[in-house]
Protein backbone atom coordinates (compact mmCIF):
# COMPACT_ATOMS: atom_id res chain seq x y z
CA UNK A 1 0.00 0.00 0.00
CA UNK A 2 1.44 3.62 -0.71
CA UNK A 3 1.23 5.65 2.19
CA UNK A 4 0.86 9.20 0.75
CA UNK A 5 -0.33 10.69 -3.17
CA UNK A 6 1.46 12.42 -5.78
CA UNK A 7 -1.48 15.07 -4.75
CA UNK A 8 -0.76 15.26 -1.40
CA UNK A 9 2.41 13.80 -0.29
CA UNK A 10 1.87 14.49 2.99
CA UNK A 11 0.82 10.67 5.36
CA UNK A 12 -2.22 10.38 6.80
CA UNK A 13 -3.42 7.78 9.75
CA UNK A 14 -6.92 7.29 10.08
CA UNK A 15 -9.04 6.00 13.11
CA UNK A 16 -12.62 5.75 12.74
CA UNK A 17 -15.05 4.19 14.93
CA UNK A 18 -18.23 4.69 17.09
CA UNK A 19 -18.44 7.39 19.90
CA UNK A 20 -16.59 6.22 23.13
CA UNK A 21 -14.35 3.37 21.02
CA UNK A 22 -11.55 5.29 22.21
CA UNK A 23 -10.69 6.15 18.86
CA UNK A 24 -9.79 9.60 20.22
CA UNK A 25 -7.33 8.75 22.75
CA UNK A 26 -5.51 6.32 20.45
CA UNK A 27 -5.26 8.82 17.94
CA UNK A 28 -4.52 11.47 20.62
CA UNK A 29 -1.47 9.12 21.39
CA UNK A 30 -0.69 7.71 17.95
CA UNK A 31 -0.15 11.71 17.11
CA UNK A 32 2.30 12.47 19.79
CA UNK A 33 4.68 9.13 19.60
CA UNK A 34 4.92 10.13 15.69
CA UNK A 35 5.44 13.40 16.17
CA UNK A 36 2.18 14.73 13.66
CA UNK A 37 -0.28 16.57 13.53
CA UNK A 38 -4.02 15.65 15.28
CA UNK A 39 -7.45 16.43 14.39
CA UNK A 40 -10.41 15.24 15.88
CA UNK A 41 -12.84 15.89 13.35
CA UNK A 42 -16.14 15.05 16.03
CA UNK A 43 -15.06 18.38 17.80
CA UNK A 44 -15.59 20.56 14.09
CA UNK A 45 -19.32 19.06 14.46
CA UNK A 46 -19.53 19.63 17.97
CA UNK A 47 -18.10 22.90 17.33
CA UNK A 48 -20.57 23.79 14.83
CA UNK A 49 -23.36 22.64 16.68
CA UNK A 50 -22.34 24.41 19.90
CA UNK A 51 -22.04 27.30 17.79
CA UNK A 52 -25.38 26.91 16.33
CA UNK A 53 -27.15 26.25 19.46
CA UNK A 54 -25.68 29.87 20.52
CA UNK A 55 -27.17 31.78 17.28
CA UNK A 56 -30.71 30.14 17.67
CA UNK A 57 -30.79 28.13 14.61
CA UNK A 58 -32.22 25.12 14.27
CA UNK A 59 -30.16 21.60 13.61
CA UNK A 60 -32.32 20.33 10.96
CA UNK A 61 -32.41 20.82 7.20
CA UNK A 62 -34.56 23.74 7.65
CA UNK A 63 -31.29 25.55 8.54
CA UNK A 64 -29.11 23.68 6.29
CA UNK A 65 -27.41 26.22 4.09
CA UNK A 66 -27.09 28.58 7.36
CA UNK A 67 -24.92 26.00 8.65
CA UNK A 68 -22.64 24.95 6.28
CA UNK A 69 -22.00 29.09 5.94
CA UNK A 70 -21.42 29.22 9.71
CA UNK A 71 -18.83 26.12 9.19
CA UNK A 72 -16.96 28.42 6.88
CA UNK A 73 -16.97 31.67 9.47
CA UNK A 74 -15.65 29.63 12.39
CA UNK A 75 -12.19 30.66 13.74
CA UNK A 76 -11.07 27.37 15.09
CA UNK A 77 -8.34 26.36 17.44
CA UNK A 78 -6.96 23.33 18.54
CA UNK A 79 -4.61 23.73 21.27
CA UNK A 80 -2.24 19.93 22.26
CA UNK A 81 -1.11 19.34 25.66
CA UNK A 82 2.52 19.35 26.25
CA UNK A 83 3.94 15.50 25.59
CA UNK A 84 3.79 14.07 29.16
CA UNK A 85 0.73 16.25 30.56
CA UNK A 86 -2.64 14.24 31.15
CA UNK A 87 -4.37 17.34 30.07
CA UNK A 88 -6.51 16.72 26.47
CA UNK A 89 -6.53 18.94 23.59
CA UNK A 90 -8.30 22.29 24.35
CA UNK A 91 -10.43 23.66 21.56
CA UNK A 92 -10.66 27.42 20.82
CA UNK A 93 -13.67 29.10 19.25
CA UNK A 94 -13.74 32.95 17.80
CA UNK A 95 -10.83 33.09 20.80
CA UNK A 96 -12.88 32.00 23.49
CA UNK A 97 -12.02 28.04 24.82
CA UNK A 98 -15.12 25.65 24.87
CA UNK A 99 -13.55 22.13 25.27
CA UNK A 100 -15.69 21.18 27.98
CA UNK A 101 -19.23 22.85 26.35
CA UNK A 102 -19.14 20.73 23.68
CA UNK A 103 -18.86 17.84 25.37
CA UNK A 104 -22.26 18.35 26.76
CA UNK A 105 -25.03 15.75 26.31
CA UNK A 106 -27.09 18.41 24.14
CA UNK A 107 -23.77 19.19 22.05
CA UNK A 108 -23.07 15.37 21.32
CA UNK A 109 -26.92 14.85 20.01
CA UNK A 110 -26.75 18.07 17.78
CA UNK A 111 -23.70 17.11 16.19
CA UNK A 112 -24.90 13.74 15.55
CA UNK A 113 -28.19 15.52 13.82
CA UNK A 114 -26.12 18.11 11.91
CA UNK A 115 -23.45 15.22 10.64
CA UNK A 116 -26.25 14.39 8.60
CA UNK A 117 -26.93 17.06 6.06
CA UNK A 118 -24.61 16.99 2.74
CA UNK A 119 -23.96 20.77 2.80
CA UNK A 120 -22.53 21.03 6.30
CA UNK A 121 -20.38 17.87 5.23
CA UNK A 122 -19.28 19.59 2.65
CA UNK A 123 -18.03 22.43 4.48
CA UNK A 124 -16.49 20.54 6.87
CA UNK A 125 -14.79 18.77 4.50
CA UNK A 126 -12.56 21.55 3.28
CA UNK A 127 -11.86 22.53 6.72
CA UNK A 128 -10.29 18.56 7.40
CA UNK A 129 -8.27 19.14 4.76
CA UNK A 130 -6.62 21.69 5.62
CA UNK A 131 -5.49 19.69 8.67
CA UNK A 132 -2.90 17.69 6.48
CA UNK A 133 0.26 19.24 6.86
CA UNK A 134 3.78 17.66 7.05
CA UNK A 135 5.57 16.17 8.92
CA UNK A 136 2.34 13.95 8.81
CA UNK A 137 -1.63 13.52 10.24
CA UNK A 138 -3.47 11.59 12.47
CA UNK A 139 -7.28 11.92 12.70
CA UNK A 140 -10.23 10.32 14.36
CA UNK A 141 -13.95 10.58 13.32
CA UNK A 142 -16.69 8.09 11.56
CA UNK A 143 -15.39 8.93 7.76
CA UNK A 144 -12.15 9.87 7.62
CA UNK A 145 -10.85 6.33 6.07
CA UNK A 146 -13.91 6.09 3.19
CA UNK A 147 -14.68 9.98 2.31
CA UNK A 148 -11.69 12.69 3.89
CA UNK A 149 -8.38 10.65 3.52
CA UNK A 150 -9.36 7.78 0.94
CA UNK A 151 -5.53 7.97 0.32
CA UNK A 152 -4.33 7.29 3.48
CA UNK A 153 -1.69 4.95 4.51
CA UNK A 154 -3.30 3.30 7.25
CA UNK A 155 -6.75 2.60 8.03
CA UNK A 156 -8.12 1.82 11.46
CA UNK A 157 -11.57 0.96 13.06
CA UNK A 158 -11.88 1.21 16.58
CA UNK A 159 -15.11 -0.71 17.66
CA UNK A 160 -16.51 -2.24 21.31
CA UNK A 161 -20.20 -2.98 21.65
CA UNK A 162 -22.37 -0.33 22.80
CA UNK A 163 -22.72 -1.55 26.43
CA UNK A 164 -18.79 -1.74 26.93
CA UNK A 165 -18.97 1.89 25.27
CA UNK A 166 -21.54 2.82 27.99
CA UNK A 167 -19.69 1.55 30.36
CA UNK A 168 -16.87 3.61 29.69
CA UNK A 169 -18.40 6.72 29.82
CA UNK A 170 -20.14 6.27 32.76
CA UNK A 171 -16.78 5.49 34.76
CA UNK A 172 -15.59 8.86 33.21
CA UNK A 173 -18.58 11.00 33.90
CA UNK A 174 -18.41 9.25 37.35
CA UNK A 175 -14.63 10.86 38.15
CA UNK A 176 -15.80 13.60 36.80
CA UNK A 177 -18.23 13.88 39.83
CA UNK A 178 -21.32 13.89 37.49
CA UNK A 179 -23.80 11.25 38.05
CA UNK A 180 -25.95 10.21 34.91
CA UNK A 181 -27.61 7.03 34.89
CA UNK A 182 -25.89 3.95 32.62
CA UNK A 183 -29.23 2.83 31.34
CA UNK A 184 -29.46 6.44 29.96
CA UNK A 185 -26.66 6.61 28.77
CA UNK A 186 -26.75 3.34 26.67
CA UNK A 187 -29.87 4.75 24.88
CA UNK A 188 -27.81 7.98 24.08
CA UNK A 189 -24.82 5.77 22.96
CA UNK A 190 -27.55 3.76 20.73
CA UNK A 191 -29.34 6.72 19.07
CA UNK A 192 -26.41 8.11 18.17
CA UNK A 193 -25.01 4.84 16.63
CA UNK A 194 -28.05 4.06 14.73
CA UNK A 195 -28.10 7.83 13.58
CA UNK A 196 -24.57 7.95 12.28
CA UNK A 197 -24.70 4.90 10.88
CA UNK A 198 -27.85 5.08 9.02
CA UNK A 199 -27.37 8.80 7.34
CA UNK A 200 -27.63 8.84 3.47
CA UNK A 201 -23.87 10.88 3.06
CA UNK A 202 -20.69 9.68 4.27
CA UNK A 203 -21.92 6.70 7.42
CA UNK A 204 -19.87 5.20 10.05
CA UNK A 205 -18.54 2.10 8.51
CA UNK A 206 -15.23 0.48 8.05
CA UNK A 207 -13.08 1.41 4.63
CA UNK A 208 -13.11 -1.75 2.48
CA UNK A 209 -9.23 -1.26 3.23
CA UNK A 210 -8.90 -0.78 7.03
CA UNK A 211 -7.75 -2.71 9.63
CA UNK A 212 -11.17 -3.62 12.35
CA UNK A 213 -10.00 -3.71 16.00
CA UNK A 214 -12.61 -4.87 18.58
CA UNK A 215 -11.65 -3.27 21.64
CA UNK A 216 -14.53 -4.73 23.78
CA UNK A 217 -11.96 -6.74 26.28
CA UNK A 218 -9.03 -4.85 25.09
CA UNK A 219 -7.06 -1.99 27.68
CA UNK A 220 -6.20 1.08 25.14
CA UNK A 221 -2.65 0.71 25.98
CA UNK A 222 -2.86 -3.32 24.12
CA UNK A 223 -4.65 -1.68 21.57
CA UNK A 224 -2.30 0.65 21.01
CA UNK A 225 0.48 -1.68 21.63
CA UNK A 226 -0.88 -3.50 18.04
CA UNK A 227 -1.20 -0.19 16.68
CA UNK A 228 2.04 0.57 16.79
CA UNK A 229 3.09 -2.52 15.32
CA UNK A 230 0.68 -1.92 12.53
CA UNK A 231 2.57 1.68 12.00
CA UNK A 232 6.04 0.13 12.31
CA UNK A 233 5.20 -2.70 9.60
CA UNK A 234 3.89 0.01 7.27
CA UNK A 235 7.42 2.03 7.48
CA UNK A 236 5.89 5.03 8.64
CA UNK A 237 7.77 4.90 11.86
CA UNK A 238 10.62 3.08 13.47
CA UNK A 239 10.38 0.69 16.07
O1 LIG B 1 -16.60 11.55 17.72
P1 LIG B 1 -17.65 12.43 18.39
O2 LIG B 1 -18.57 11.69 19.31
O3 LIG B 1 -17.03 13.62 19.04
O4 LIG B 1 -18.56 12.98 17.16
C1 LIG B 1 -19.71 13.79 17.38
C2 LIG B 1 -20.71 13.56 16.25
O5 LIG B 1 -20.17 14.09 15.03
C3 LIG B 1 -21.03 12.11 15.94
O6 LIG B 1 -22.24 11.69 16.53
C4 LIG B 1 -21.16 12.03 14.44
C5 LIG B 1 -20.46 13.26 13.94
N1 LIG B 1 -19.22 12.94 13.20
C6 LIG B 1 -19.35 12.64 11.86
O7 LIG B 1 -20.45 12.56 11.35
N2 LIG B 1 -18.23 12.46 11.11
C7 LIG B 1 -17.02 12.50 11.67
N3 LIG B 1 -15.95 12.32 10.92
C8 LIG B 1 -16.88 12.77 13.05
C9 LIG B 1 -18.01 12.96 13.80
Not at 126 to 154: I, K, N
Amino acid sequence: MTESNAANPVTVVTVDGPSGSGKGTLALHLARRLGWHYLDSGALYRILAHAAMAEGLLLGAEAESELAELAGRLRIDFRLPEPESPLGVRVEVDGVDCTDAIRAESVSQGASKIAALPLVRQSVLALQHRFRQPPGLVTDGRDMGTVVFPDAGLKLFLDASAEERAQRRHKQLKDKGSSVSLRALLASIRERDERDRGRAVAPLRPAPDAIVIDSTDMPIDEVFDMVWQLVVDRGLAQS
